[in-house]
């Protein structure tokens, strides 16, 4: 299994507060990727990296940020959260070309009251 | 724009066969993929086809037909751990959209 992890696993949090997601690989693969995941709408990405401090806006980006100052690490920041932001994030990973197959992480279940 | 369908689910026996369509439309089609979700758990890559034709892996299999913007999945000797959501996913220009997924119900 690729070397993925999520934290965390489970939050829950409050309308306005800020929230920040953290993803990290130690394949060293140069894309890597943030989804949503909701019933009725099936994986949608946030924003992606194809590299240290590169990135560029998915589908759904709006009232998300994004971060990626070292290879293994990619951030996703809710910088107000709403309650339309409770959802299950995903983090992935892909090499050699944006959009190959991806490796998935275990996912953050995030609660917005 | 992209578009992709997919049934919403499916029922199947146990030591059965069973196909699950996915319809699209993209342009600049470059690629498309199969995942597997079990309930609670991480999508896991299954299968990627670019060219028209079938592929084959083990217990599973993935055709694809360009020209008519079609896929299926094919699951032979059903086990009731194939009870899971099968996700396609469409490589287009610039991006990767995925279907609502395929819920599957295996039943012994």
């Known amino acids: 299994d690729a070397g993925i992890t999520q934290s965390p696993r489970h939050k829950v949090t409050e309308t306005g507060t800020p929230v920040t997601l953290r993803c990290h690989q130690t394949?060293?693969?140069?894309?890597m990727y943030w989804y949503r995941q909701d019933p009725g709408h099936g994986l949608r990405l946030i924003h992606y990296?194809?590299?240290?401090?590169?990135?560029d806006k998915g589908e759904v980006s709006d009232g998300y940020s994004v971060s990626r100052s070292k290879t293994e690490d990619f951030l996703l920041t809710l910088e107000s959260a709403t309650s339309s932001q409770t959802s299950v994030y995903f983090c992935?990973?892909?090499?050699?070309?944006?959009?190959?197959?991806?490796?998935f992480g275990p996912g953050t279940r995030l609660t917005v009251l | 724009g992209q578009n992709i369908d997919q049934p919403t689910e499916m029922t199947a026996t146990e030591g059965a066969i069973v196909q699950i369509n996915c319809t699209y439309q993209?342009?600049?089609?470059?690629?498309l993929f199969w995942y597997q979700q079990h309930a609670g758990e991480a999508p896991t890559f299954l299968s990627y086809?670019?060219?028209?034709g079938l592929e084959e892996k083990g217990r599973f299999s993935s055709f694809l037909s360009r020209s008519k913007g079609y896929s299926y999945l094919l699951l032979k000797e059903l086990q009731m751990k194939d009870s899971a959501s099968y996700l396609c996913?469409?490589?287009?220009?610039?991006?990767?959209?995925f279907g609502q997924g395929t819920e599957l119900s295996v039943k012994p």
């Open positions: 992935a990973i892909s090499d050699k070309t944006s959009y190959n197959e991806q490796f």
């Open positions: 394949e060293n693969h140069r894309y």
């Open positions: 086809n670019v060219l028209d």
């Open positions: 993209t342009s600049g089609f470059n690629g």
């Open positions: 990296s194809y590299g240290v401090k590169d990135t």
């Open positions: 996913a469409v490589r287009g220009k610039g991006k990767l959209i």
